[in-house]
């Protein structure tokens, strides 16, 4: 009773502060990895919910064209940045941008993201790196940066991007996919325990596979996926509940049939026999080799006939 009690006194208290906010100027939002898929729907869906937009992308000509027709579309504005989210100086870039443009942001959604395919060695370390980085560094330190803002207005909102793979006991082939997403999960309940009662939100979405995102169509992972076409989620669903979620103070939204799917399998099966139940699964379904040993050798990156660091 009284946690119930601390949180709607919590939620009332970050509402006066976001009525204080949208008394002077419009919400303002940061979305990356708009220029496809998820993002670009959150990015259309807040646009249409008339918030202020600061988009990020590496692809500077396709978030361009969103941002162009978005604020043709709705009368809000739109900035563009192109950025690298690999580059560990792009957040407090990013950040400093912002500020230079007088903006504030209410909302962070942390959606940029990619799959690298194949087993651990088969990229090189400075590929894997630059993996956790977009996935897992950059999102953290967004919200480092932005946080105290937030903080100082009494009000905010952060969304992650995780997945149905960071529910899972691993990601076999995708590997680091799944340690970078549920180490978005945790955060997100971390934060949420931590600064839930300052009025701020964290919310992750945990989708299954989305369809029209180039994640989907250009990685083998995605492509075995895009066959349980009835297991799919579109980009605008996604948004939606992800958004929902939010508003609502939910913070772990699963979304589409397999999150729940692999919960449910996930308090069933012992994390061992799933973790290899799921590798032989991905193997058969997208021809990944599994790595032997060979000729009384352990299989190395070398044997696998790829190159590393
Ligand atoms: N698609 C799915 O089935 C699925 C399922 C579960 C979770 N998710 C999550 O949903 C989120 C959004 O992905 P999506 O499905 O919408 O895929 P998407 O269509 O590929 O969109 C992701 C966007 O992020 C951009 N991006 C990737 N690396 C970047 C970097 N280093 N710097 C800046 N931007 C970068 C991508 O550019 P490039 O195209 O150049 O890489 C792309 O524009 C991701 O976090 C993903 O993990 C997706």
């Known amino acids: 009773v009284i946690a119930r009690r601390r949180r709607s006194r919590a939620a009332s208290l970050a509402e006066a502060a976001r009525g204080r906010i949208t008394a002077r100027r419009r919400l303002c939002a940061l979305v990356t990895g708009a220029a496809s898929g998820v993002g670009k729907a959150f990015a259309a869906m807040l646009a249409d919910k008339g918030h202020d937009l600061v988009l990020v992308d590496i692809r500077g000509e396709e ?25 560990p100086a792009a957040p407090a870039d990013i950040v400093a941008t912002v500020r230079e443009l007088g903006m504030e942001i209410d909302l962070l959604v942390n959606n940029a993201g990619l799959i690298i395919d194949g087993a651990f060695l088969q990229s ?56 970078c997403k549920s180490h978005l999960i945790i955060l997100t309940r971390t934060l949420q325990a931590e600064y839930g009662r300052a009025g701020i939100t964290f919310s992750v979405c945990c989708p299954g596979a989305v369809t029209g995102t180039r994640i989907l169509e250009y990685s083998r992972s995605g492509q075995a996926w895009s066959k349980l ?4 989620s579109s980009a605008e669903e996604v948004a939606e ?39 032989w699964l991905v193997i058969r379904s997208t021809g990944q080799q599994p790595i032997e040993q060979r000729h009384g050798a352990a299989a190395t990156d070398a044997s696998a006939g790829v190159s590393s660091g």
Request: glycine share 10%; no cysteine.
């Open 63 to 87: 978030l361009s064209d969103v941002a162009g027709a978005l604020e043709q579309a709705h009368a809000v504005g739109v900035k563009a940045l192109q950025r690298d989210l690999s580059d």
């Open 241 to 279: 509940k992800a958004y929902a979620a939010v508003q609502r103070g939910t913070t772990v939204r699963l979304v589409g049939p397999s999150p729940y799917g692999v919960s449910v399998i996930g308090r069933l099966v012992p994390a061992d026999a799933f973790s290899r139940a799921l590798a």
């Open 124 to 179: 090189p370390w400075v590929q894997q790196r630059a993996y956790q980085q977009v996935l897992a560094l950059t999102p953290a330190e967004l919200i480092h940066r932005l946080l105290p803002g937030m903080l100082e207005r009494g009000f905010g909102q952060v969304v992650n991007v995780g997945s149905v793979g960071g529910l899972m006991p691993s990601t076999p082939f995708t590997t680091l996919y799944g340690p």
């Open 229 to 232: 076409s009835f297991l799919a």
